[in-house]
């Protein structure tokens, strides 16, 4: 048994595996004490093997984990197992955005991240769906619902808000807002991937993938197939624990 797990700035996520393949999973709200919350999970696993990444992976590698791998590698370990096909990958999490390029053996070529800005991050979504009054959870089933073609002009996670703020009180629907809080989301990362270039299947990861509006708008930005894992979450920490394997 291998255990991966992947301490993130909103979420710790683990990743069990035996015989090489997913045995079990668990995605939980992060604590101010990361590593104690991660010691508290892995009780229920008698793992002599456990690699992190995230955040959070040298506070782990200090306190419990046998080693550590980046973000970046183990998001193109998991994408690839889980899509063999896979040569390009989008990662959005609570506080930073990447694209990671793979070459054809699956190594990571190239990538690129916003880390600088909540701008196209779930932590802009969550911003913005406080801001119009939505549960994050809706906030998606909202914009899906709009045919409209608002558009928010700022970047800035800051400047947006306000811009949100004026187009509710110009008397502007809450569904059409959230739509154009998602196509401002999408554009952003859509502008990275074609940075990196996009080449084979394309892999959505991170918590926001289970945004399904974000993926469907994001298919037709670019005109192509985005494949989202059953769970997007886990992505890095199933690569944490291939990566002895």
């Excluded at 899509?83 to 990662?91: A, S």
């Excluded at 999490?93 to 190239?110: F, M, R």
């Excluded at 940075?195 to 005109?223: D, M, P, Q, T």
């Amino acid at each position: 048994m291998t255990i991966g797990i992947d301490l993130g700035s909103r979420t710790i996520k683990l990743a069990v595996l035996k015989d090489g393949q997913l045995d079990s999973w668990q995605v939980v709200e992060s604590s101010f004490k990361p590593h104690l919350q991660s010691q508290e999970l892995l009780k229920a696993y008698p793992a002599k093997n456990i690699i992190a990444t995230g955040y959070g992976r040298h506070l782990a590698k200090k306190h419990f984990a046998q080693g550590v791998i980046t973000e970046i590698k183990a998001h193109a370990l998991g994408a690839r197992h889980l899509f063999p096909g896979c040569r390009t990958i989008l990662d959005v999490g609570g506080q930073d955005s990447k694209v990671i390029s793979l070459d054809a053996n699956g190594k990571v070529s190239n990538f690129q991240m916003n880390d600088k800005c909540a701008a196209g991050t779930g932590k802009f979504l969550e911003m913005m769906s406080t801001s119009l009054g939505y549960e994050l959870s809706q906030f998606g089933e909202a914009a899906a619902k709009s045919s409209g073609n608002l558009g928010i002009g700022n970047m800035c996670a800051v400047f947006a808000e306000s811009e949100v703020v004026s187009l509710r009180n110009d008397g502007h629907s809450p569904e059409d807002i959230a739509r154009a809080v998602h196509m401002s989301v999408v554009d952003r990362v859509a502008a990275m991937l074609e940075r990196i270039g996009i080449a084979g299947e394309l892999v959505f990861s991170g918590g926001v993938a289970n945004n399904r509006c974000i993926a469907e708008l994001l298919e037709k930005k670019l005109g192509r197939t985005v494949f989202v894992p059953k769970v997007p979450d886990i992505v890095g920490a199933l690569g944490a624990a291939l990566h002895q394997t």
